[in-house]
Each structure stands twice: as structure tokens, then as C-alpha cells.
């Protein structure tokens, strides 16, 4: 089944305790993102990568970081988390066409609280 | 980065046809405009995606006028599990890649 996985779907921790969040996917697609959702403020992009090693930023990226060793992974890294971060986050895939970002299929979503 | 500006919130009764626009002035010549619903803690889910005059699938019209500036999805008969946001995105205009999710339309399906 064509999916995107991410890992794990709730976590609790603490202020400055680094931790990481997995997104795997199983459709070659050469494009991939993360979001984050808060109430209010919508789905924001905080990095996406348009294949391995080449990342960018999006419009939120402080405080994360990604990293595209291979295709089908795209961790998002929290170095010191802080309650600020507390969120619902989203990874996310596509194949990009025609030089621009085509449907893009989502994760089930982490909810991460920061304490 | 295109925007798009869509209502905040509609509501509307089962077996009713709802209509909701988007509006996107600055979309760029190549770029298309694509719908994806979201219910509550789940990830966003493709809906229909087309470039100009009318597209139809299985759950949903995207009606597209000539001058491109807005598009209008189109939900035939909704039901109580239509209840979702929707939301219109097109691309990154400054030729990137970035993706901009605006604030969505909320709609509320009542029996």
C-alpha cells in the first residue's frame, strides 16, 4: 500500500531534550515536506526537499532541522525543544512534475507536546 | 508566493450542493490549483486538481474560469461526513517550491 509512515504519532517531553520524528515513504516520490499544524495558524511548511541532499527552507524553520539521506526518509530533528513546539506535525510526499510540487500525500501526523 | 483567499467557514444541510471559491490573483501561467480536505488530526487528502475549465472525478467538480483567478470546488449532495476543512493551494510563483497552505473553509454539513 502506497503510504507515508511517520514515527512516533504521540510524544511528551521535555524542554531541551533532543528528539526525532521519522517520515518514510513507499512511493519513490522525489519531494518531500514537513508541517506543522496549530490552532489558528493553520498548516505551516517548515522544510521540504526536493530530492536527497538538497533541503530547503520553509516558512517556519527555526528551531528544526531535516536531513535527505535517502529518498524514502526525511527526519525532522528537534536539537533543544521548547513548548513552543508543541504541535501537530506532518510529513508529506510528492513527484514533483512539470518543475513544479504535484499532489502531495500526508501522514497520519505526530502530535508532539514540549513540557 | 501566490495566496489564496477563501471563506473562512460555510455551512450547509445534507443532500445539498455546496460551492466553495477560491480566489488567486497571482497564480502563475504554468501552475494549477489543487483541493485537499482535512478532518480533524488527520492529514490533508487530495481532493481534484486542475488548469483551467472543468474538471470532474468522483467526488468533486473544480470549475476554473478563463482568466484563471479564482476556481470554485464543487460538492455534489454532501453528506454529515463532508464536514471538514478544504482547502485551494496553487505554487510558489517565485519558482520554488515552497507549499502555502492559506487559512482554509471550514464546512459544516447539518442534517
Known amino acids: 500500500e502506497a503510504q507515508v509512515t511517520q514515527n512516533p504519532r504521540y510524544l511528551i517531553t521535555v524542554t531541551g531534550k533532543k528528539l526525532t520524528v521519522t517520515c518514510s515513504q513507499n512511493m519513490n516520490h522525489e519531494y518531500m515536506s514537513w508541517y506543522r499544524q496549530d490552532p489558528g495558524l493553520g498548516l505551516r511548511q517548515i522544510y521540504y526537499s526536493m530530492n536527497v541532499e538538497v533541503t530547503d527552507k520553509g516558512d517556519v524553520p527555526e528551531g528544526y532541522k531535516v536531513s535527505r539521506k535517502e529518498k524514502r526518509n526525511f527526519p525532522l530533528i528537534l536539537e533543544s525543544p521548547s513548548p513552543n513546539q508543541t504541535s501537530l506535525y506532518f510529513c508529506?510526499?510528492?513527484?514533483?512534475?512539470?518543475?513544479?510540487?504535484?499532489?502531495?500525500?500526508f501522514g497520519p501526523g505526530t502530535r508532539l507536546t514540549v513540557l | 508566493l501566490a495566496k489564496t483567499t477563501q471563506p473562512i467557514s460555510m455551512d450547509s444541510y445534507e443532500g445539498q450542493e455546496v460551492n466553495i471559491t477560491c480566489s488567486h490573483n497571482n497564480i502563475a501561467t504554468n501552475d494549477y490549483i489543487t483541493w485537499y480536505q482535512q478532518f480533524p488530526s488527520q492529514g490533508p487528502r487530495f481532493i481534484i486538481q486542475?488548469?483551467?475549465t472543468k474538471v470532474t472525478n468522483e467526488v468533486a467538480s473544480l470549475f476554473i474560469p478563463a482568466d484563471r483567478k479564482s476556481s470554485t470546488l464543487s460538492l455534489p449532495r454532501v453528506s454529515l461526513s463532508d464536514t471538514a476543512v478544504y482547502y485551494c493551494l496553487v505554487g510558489d510563483d517565485t519558482g520554488g517550491f515552497k507549499t502555502i497552505f492559506g487559512a482554509g473553509t471550514r464546512l459544516f454539513v447539518k442534517a
Open positions: 486542475g488548469y483551467k
Open positions: 508529506a510526499s510528492s513527484l514533483p512534475w512539470e518543475g513544479r510540487v504535484d499532489t502531495q500525500y
